[in-house]
């Protein structure tokens, strides 16, 4: 009997290891291992999902207008080259599936978002890691890795799980010194907490071979949703939008994303509230002995002296009914990512390993 065997790429794929949300024995646990928004949905988005609820029975919008144009409205761009998915990684999905097929080389960083090397073998491609410089992007690194194999180029930015973020220069300079031939997409899936910083919209606005990509995951809360969008030259959205599914985004999902990216005051209020407890936090861990870099991000990664030293850490803050994500998958087996919670979850952590670490 002929055997029945996969396409070239798929049993390279290790499979996705989310953040955890269960402890055994545990209730209540305060799940800090997915960069989830400690403030919850806004309530705009939960009152239009409310509304559309009442039109699920009807196949919802194709073309995604009214989502894109509000898009296009708060970030000023034109919501012709805006693309709509599944989250962002439908986005990513895309480009990489349209873009990049066996015999190609997609480049990502060393420490950069675990689900690019996933795209790259989903998509047939080759996934080459490059290294990064003291948890921080290094554009020559890319550069070097350069060949005429490669077509894309994938870039977390700031930085997951490090939190750090390429200056806007050396973004410049990536973008600048790239072939043509290649395309750049900057997965600015944390870009509102990072101050000052546009997510690299202003390159993609600009280049014919940069896409951004951006998430309602984070920041606007509705990770359970699953909405996601990409900005690019209209020529490479339109070749991505032939292998999106018509009806990839439910009703709820687009009235709910419509109404949180409107809801500008309240992501405002969030990327504060982030940046109080994160700058909170990343003090507190430094004192506890935790080293960690300065994040633009809703998460912090502390990386203890050693393995050992971060298993302890770990099982203490599990004690306390706190869940944090190891990151030994991404080259820190010492890390643990925290996300930044509200006031009284922060709290919590600091108060955890405080005492873990009088007791130690
Ligand atoms: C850097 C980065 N990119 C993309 C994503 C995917 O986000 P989503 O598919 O929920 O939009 C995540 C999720 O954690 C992420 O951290």
Redesign the pocket.
């Known amino acids: 009997m002929a055997e029945i065997t996969p396409q070239p790429g798929i049993m390279d794929i290790s499979l996705y290891q989310g953040g955890a949300s269960h402890l055994a024995g545990v209730e209540n646990v305060l799940k800090l291992s997915s960069?989830e928004n400690p403030a919850g949905p806004p309530p705009a988005a939960i009152e239009a999902l409310t509304n559309a609820a009442t039109r699920m029975h009807l196949y919802p919008s194709t073309d995604h207008a009214a989502l894109r144009t509000a898009i296009a409205e708060v970030w000023n761009v034109d919501a012709d080259r805006v693309i709509c998915g599944v989250?962002?990684?439908e986005v990513?999905q895309f480009v990489t599936q349209a873009f990049s097929g066996l015999g190609d080389e997609i480049i990502h960083t060393a420490h950069g978002?675990s689900?690019y090397p996933i795209l790259a073998n989903m998509a047939g491609a080759t996934p080459v890691s490059v290294p990064e410089r003291d948890r921080v992007v290094d554009v020559d690194a890319i550069l070097n890795a350069v060949t005429e194999r490669t077509r894309i180029v994938l870039l977390?930015n700031p930085g997951?799980p490090t939190g750090t973020r390429l200056s806007d220069t050396e973004l410049v300079r990536l973008a600048n010194d790239l072939p043509e031939h290649v395309i750049l997409v900057i997965?600015g899936?944390?870009t509102e907490y990072a101050d000052g910083y546009d997510g690299g919209l202003t390159l993609a606005e600009a280049r014919p071979n940069v896409l951004m990509t951006r998430?309602?995951?984070k920041i606007y809360g509705l990770?359970g949703l699953?909405v996601?969008w990409g900005y690019g030259p209209k020529n490479m959205i339109d070749v991505m939008t032939r292998i999106r599914q018509p009806f990839n985004l439910s009703t709820v999902a687009l009235a709910a994303a419509e109404a949180a990216v409107r809801d500008t005051k309240w992501v405002e209020e969030c990327a504060a509230l982030n940046a109080d407890q994160r700058a909170r936090l990343t003090g507190a861990l430094r004192q506890l002995g935790l080293a960690c870099d300065g994040s633009d991000t809703n998460f912090v990664l502390a990386r203890a002296a050693s393995v050992p030293e971060a298993d302890a850490a770990e099982a203490a803050l599990n004690a306390d009914g706190i869940l944090v994500r190891r990151v030994g998958g991404y080259g820190f087996p010492e890390g643990l990512r925290i996300t930044v919670g509200n006031a009284e979850q922060t709290g919590r952590v600091i108060s955890a390993l405080t005492e873990w670490r009088s007791a130690s």
Do not use: I, K
């Open positions: 960069n989250g962002s990684d990513l978002f689900m977390t997951n997965d899936a944390y998430t309602f995951s990770g699953r996601g």
